[in-house]
């Protein structure tokens, strides 16, 4: 993986599948199943929201741990 690069890791919490399954011809409005037992999880457009805000707040709070303590720093 490199330095520009970040994952989101997928689970399933009916049967923990990890594996998300959408059509060929996907688009923001399709919907995102589990490829193992097939439940729904919304449209494609609601899971990458739901990535980018894990991921975010991810980013966010490893800055805050990097800058703290260091005066006249402030991670917002």
């Known amino acids: ?12 919490l009916k049967c923990g599948g990890s594996v998300l399954q959408l059509p060929d011809d996907y688009t923001d409005a399709s919907i995102a199943k589990c490829k193992l037992c097939e439940t729904e999880f919304g449209t494609w457009r609601d899971i990458k929201a ?3 805000s894990v991921v975010r707040n991810d980013v966010s709070e490893k800055l805050r741990d990097t800058f703290r303590g260091l005066k006249g720093w402030k991670v917002q």
């Open 1 to 12: 993986m490199s330095t520009d690069e970040i994952r989101v890791k997928f689970e399933c």
């Open 50 to 52: 739901k990535a980018i």
